[in-house]
C-alpha cells in the first residue's frame, strides 16, 4: 500500500487534495502535516513513497526540509504545490531532485493532469513554466534569474523581508540570530542590485 503524505498548512487544500488523490488512487494511504520539522520525521516513521508539499509552512519555507528529504530518499517522489512563483523555485527545486512542480493558480483539470503524472511518478510543469527550465537563454536578461544567485537562507529571509516580518521575528522564525539575518539580507539585496524592501517587492516576479 502506497502512503502518502500531504505537507500543508491550510486545511481545505488538505481536503481537497485529498479527495483528488483518493478518486485516482483508492488505495493511497494519506497523512498529513503542516511543518517543515516534521515532515522527514513523518516520512521515515511511515516510509512514505510520495509527497505533496507546500514551499509555505508553518515554521518557514520549505526548502531545505526538501533537500535533506531528498538526500536521504533520493527515490521519493515529490511535488510541490505552492503559491511561490516558479520562475523562481522551480528550476532550483527539480535540480535537487523534485519532479512534479505545480502552482496552486492552476485550475482543477492542471491539478489532476499532475496529480496523475505525480502518481505515475512521471515529471510535470506547467508549460508558463517550462521556458524558465529549459532555455537559459530566455532566462539570461530577467529579473527573475537574479534570484538564481540567492542562497536558500537568503531566499528564505527574501520571502520573510516581503510579508513584513522584522529582523527579530525572522531570527526567531528561522532559529538564527538576528545579525544572521541582517547578513542574508545585506548578501540577497546585493545579489538582487536593491536597497529596499519596495524594491525587493517591485523586482518580485508578479508584482512588476
Known amino acids: ?29 494519506i497523512l498529513h502535516t503542516d511543518s517543515c520539522s516534521e515532515l522527514i520525521q513523518i516520512v521515515k516513521t511511515n516510509q512514505a513513497e510520495y509527497v505533496i508539499a507546500d514551499l509555505n509552512l508553518t515554521d ?16 521519493i517522489n515529490i511535488l510541490v504545490y505552492t503559491a511561490y512563483p516558479g520562475e523562481l523555485y522551480a528550476k532550483r527545486l527539480l535540480n535537487m531532485g523534485v519532479r512534479c512542480f505545480l502552482n496552486k493558480h492552476a485550475d482543477e483539470d492542471e491539478v489532476i493532469l499532475a496529480l ?32 538564481n ?19 527579530k521575528n525572522i531570527a526567531s522564525n528561522m532559529g538564527i540570530m538576528p545579525n544572521t539575518v541582517a547578513t542574508y539580507k545585506k548578501r540577497a539585496f546585493e545579489k538582487l542590485g536593491i536597497q529596499n524592501v519596495v524594491q525587493l517587492n517591485h523586482l518580485y516576479p508578479g508584482n512588476s
Open 149 to 167: 544567485f540567492l542562497s536558500q537562507k537568503e531566499l528564505q529571509v527574501i520571502e520573510f523581508l516581503r510579508t513584513g516580518e522584522s529582523i
Open 60 to 75: 518557514g519555507l520549505s526548502l531545505n526540509s526538501i533537500e535533506n528529504l531528498l538526500s536521504l530518499y533520493p527515490s
Open 116 to 147: 496523475r503524472k505525480f502518481l505515475n511518478k512521471e515529471f510535470y510543469v506547467s508549460q508558463q513554466i517550462l521556458p524558465f527550465i529549459i532555455s537559459s537563454k530566455k532566462t539570461a536578461q530577467t529579473a527573475e534569474s537574479q534570484f
Open 1 to 29: 500500500m502506497n502512503k502518502l503524505i500531504i505537507a500543508e498548512d491550510h486545511p481545505l487544500i488538505v481536503k481537497s487534495m485529498k479527495v483528488l488523490l483518493m478518486n485516482l488512487d483508492p488505495s493511497l494511504t
